[in-house]
């Protein structure tokens, strides 16, 4: 079965510098959340999206932004990258009412250096 | 707002043994309750969930969880664990009124599980 596909698995940045994660959800799914997971630390929501708006809002900070595309992808874009940005950005898809859990992809994890 | 809480931040067992980990959560209204497990460099998957109907929900590989309304609690408990169920595990609670989509996760259970 079709699974949430993130790319790139990897991606090492400087300092200062911008990274763009990107988020295919399951077919049929159109809502969209990114999570930021420190290392030994819990999944912090950071943005969603349903039918390309933005649905909800977390601790995302004012340097990235987010969007959904018609095909109901969504891009994560960062910039100014900081060394404690490095993490794993998960993204998950549901359909509008999420009531049975999310299908969570399996992640990017950023490094910067 | 919501909060989850997981009283034990590591677990060390052996094969064989039983599991039982601890959440709390603090919401006064109707939830719906996830546990998700996380193995070793992989992403977050769904062990089980509960909405409404039985307390007791059975989910995959053998875990269960019980939900206790007068105790805010939904732990998860299995008889008998395996290597394989080394992880991190994570428990989630989320407003079923419809308030929010986002559901709240705990600071996780790294469990070990020694052969």
């Known amino acids: 079965a079709a699974g949430v596909i993130q790319s790139p698995r990897h991606l090492i940045k400087e300092k200062r510098e911008t990274a763009t994660l990107k988020c295919y959800p399951i077919?049929?799914?159109?809502?969209v959340y990114w999570y930021q997971q420190g290392p030994g630390q819990d999944p912090q929501f950071l943005i969603s999206f349903y039918e390309k708006m933005q649905s909800d809002k977390g601790s995302i900070p004012d340097r990235f932004s987010a969007q959904q595309f018609s095909d109901y992808h969504s891009e994560l874009n960062m910039s100014s990258l900081e060394l404690g940005d490095s993490a794993l950005y998960f993204c998950?898809?549901?359909?509008?009412?999420?009531?049975?859990?999310?299908?969570f992809g399996s992640g990017t994890r950023l490094t910067v250096v | 707002a919501q909060s989850v809480s997981q009283h034990n931040h590591h677990v060390i067992l052996s094969e064989a043994a039983s599991l039982e980990l601890g959440c709390n959560y603090s919401y006064g209204g109707t939830v719906n309750l996830f546990w998700y497990v996380q193995y070793p460099g992989q992403h977050l998957q769904l062990l089980l969930k509960?909405?409404?109907?039985?307390?007791l929900v059975k989910g995959i590989k053998g875990f269960e969880a019980e939900f206790i309304k007068s105790k805010f609690s939904f732990n998860l408990r299995k008889p008998s664990v395996q290597w394989s169920d080394t992880a991190e595990y994570f428990c989630a609670v989320k407003d079923a009124s419809g308030g929010s989509y986002i559901p709240t996760f705990g600071r996780g259970t790294s469990l070990i599980v020694h052969p």
């Open positions: 077919p049929r799914h159109d809502t």
């Open positions: 998950a898809s549901s359909t509008g009412t999420p009531n049975y859990g999310y299908t």
């Open positions: 509960y909405f409404s109907g039985d307390p």
